[in-house]
């Protein structure tokens, strides 16, 4: 790497926000190093969006990949903050100008019942995990947790990642269904609606014995996090966007004939043999966004597998201070970490809005319609653009990036030896995995040969 610089940021994560914010930077004249944890820096897009967005995937690969290779960015693979590179050496000893904080979240919000998390792959799954196997699973050389997807699986949730979870399911308890019945089927025809593909082989869906998944959510389904109204909303567009979720939801069971229940709390669970059988649960009484059990109205709901689907949050990293679930920033607009003048976060290592479909939320206009085809109930089965998912959220991180640019180029410029210490440090971790610093070459070379 030539020697030309005097700013220099570092950048970890590669996905939507962490590459937004690399390449404003180096647009800036600001010279920038992106640490990614994995060997590909798609995070979500290719972790946590479900297999069947396959043209979506591949648009938004495609941007990240243009922003990896702008001049003045530098791409590090397979170095994780916490486990490759230690957060404290990184802020006192690399002498960054700064580091942006675009690790997204990865960490699945607990159920919330004590006890829980001991049933882990013991009746109890949490989604993150679950979506990454889904995306995974049929790559020769996949080697992470295998799951098996029970008929009448029980999803506590609500949002638009336990649809996922939910469609997921049905997917493929319907195409084993077929399967059984010596007809071949596949997720991509199933996914644009199941009683569509029985109508096509003169099938009754009751006839295939499948009985469903249940999704449980504690408030009221006009509550369904699927949609947001805009900021200062009229009570006129409050009521429109209620609307809009209880039609996602009817359209959405429609096309997958999962069944639901709404005002239902987690209690406690059942357990039977060191397995997790079920959850004690509670109707509710929903006050706003407050829902309170209802005393009296207590009762078991049985299931072969538990997936939880609440939310996400920042993984815990060795020596990032945190308050309860997330890392302690100054605030959400300003989004400086407590710890360090020259350390800031971007994307949803602030927010805590651990899925990309939190970009979903900004524009009454566009949340209907990106809402009904990222989930693929709207009319027809055309085209399914969701890119306006991510406008958002590419805003967001741009802004922070310019902030903190316009901060950096204040701040004292680094020596030749400093920047040549930090050359030195990236070309040791290159070497440690094998990058040459030819980006193309290297994602060709980690892209699974059979990667649908």
Known sequence: MANNGQHFVAVIGGAVSGSVSAEILADSGIRVVVFEQNTRPYGKIEDGLPRWHVEQRKQEYSKIDARMKKPGVTFVPCAKLGRDIDFKDLCDNWVFSAVILANGAWRDRDLG????????????????????????????GYDGPRYDTPDETLVVGGGLASIDVVKVLQLENYEKAFKARGIQTSMHELEKGIPAVCKKHGIKPEDLGVKGCLLIYRRREQDMPLAQPPENATPEQIAKTESVRQKVLRLAREKFLFRFQDRRLTQGLVVENGRLVGLKVA?????????????????????????SSIGSVPEFIPGVAMKGEYYTFTNEQEARYTGYENVFGVGNVVTGQGNIRASLVHSQKVTEQVVENYLGVGE????????????????????????????????????????????KRIAALHQKVGYTGDYDAWIAKVIPPDLE
């Open 283 to 307: 109707e509710t009484l929903v006050e706003g966004r407050k829902a309170s059990a209802l005393p009296g109205t207590e009762h078991e709901l049985r299931a072969p597998m538990i997936i």
């Open 113 to 140: 019942v004590p006890g829980a998390d001991e049933y882990i792959d013991k009746g109890l799954v949490y989604q993150n995990p679950f979506i990454y196997w889904y995306n995974h699973k049929n790559e020769k």
């Open 380 to 423: 027809g089965n055309g085209d399914r653009d969701i890119s306006g998912a991510f406008a958002p959220a590419e805003a967001k991180a741009a802004a922070r990036a310019e902030a903190v640019g316009l901060m950096v180029k204040k701040a004292p410029k680094l020596s030749a030896s400093q920047i040549g210490e930090i050359e």
